[in-house]
């Protein structure tokens, strides 16, 4: 099945600074690259995804980027606030099987003021 | 995208019982949801894919006949914890694909529930 990994497991940086999180996965056949926000105690929440016939995505400050040649792909958050401060976790899935989403192993971001 | 609702939030019970969890899709008419479990700092493992009509189909290691899963319409589906013991105890979250067709579906999660069992 899909693996996926992801580093660093645990980022700081100062506000206004760029973040950058790293994914890889195993599944040639996976399509679909989410990036999820998860605040403690509470649901992962959607913040960007790319699909597999697009090389990047960019929604104001979070651009994700993908190389499918490399298996891997990319958060990047610009200007970073102290409120992005959030654990993140990448994904990927694929459009056959049962469709689940697998998760990396989560990027704890912290912004300091 | 999808609002998914969950019900309880919280919920504390004594070893041996059964515990319900609710999870439902308020916007959109889901014919399948997944279950994933999230241990303390840890990342989401899902645990089984329920289906509308259909029995759930559960992940290597998830033991069936302990977490039932009942997806009794397009908007709602709930898992029971039967006999909970302390090793249960974890973030229970369900998510609701949105895709149509031939595409690899966007999900949307619930706010989960904190499943803590004495």
């Known amino acids: 099945g899909e693996n996926v990994e992801q580093h660093p497991s645990t980022l700081s940086v100062q506000e206004g600074d760029s973040a950058v999180i790293k994914c890889t996965y195993s599944?040639?056949?996976?399509?679909?690259f989410p990036w999820y926000k998860q605040e403690l105690g509470k649901g992962p929440q959607l913040i960007i995804d790319i699909r597999s016939n697009v090389g990047e995505k960019k929604d104001q400050r979070i651009a994700v980027t993908l190389n499918k040649t490399a298996k891997h792909f990319s958060l990047h958050i610009t200007e970073t606030q102290p409120e992005d401060s959030a654990v993140y976790f990448c994904?990927?899935?694929?459009?056959?099987?049962?469709?689940?989403?697998?998760f990396g192993s989560g990027t704890r971001l912290q912004v300091q003021p | 995208g999808a609002v998914v609702s969950q019900h309880p939030s919280r919920v504390i019970c004594k070893s041996g019982t059964s515990v319900k969890i609710e999870c439902r899709s308020l916007?959109?008419?889901?014919?399948?949801m997944f279950w994933y479990r999230q241990f303390p700092k840890q990342s989401l493992m899902l645990m089984a894919t329920?289906?509308?009509?259909?029995?759930?189909?559960?992940e290597q290691g998830v033991e069936k006949d302990k977490f039932l899963i009942n997806h009794a319409s397009l908007t709602l589906s709930t898992l029971t914890v039967t006999s909970a013991h302390p090793e249960d105890s974890s973030f229970y979250i369900c998510s609701v694909p949105t895709g149509r067709g031939p595409v690899a579906d966007t999900q949307y999660f619930g706010p989960g529930t904190r499943l803590t069992v004495l």
């Open positions: 994904a990927a899935s694929k459009d056959t099987g049962r469709r689940a989403l697998t």
């Open positions: 329920s289906n509308e009509g259909s029995k759930a189909t559960y």
């Open positions: 916007d959109f008419q889901a014919t399948t």
């Open positions: 599944d040639s056949a996976s399509n679909y």
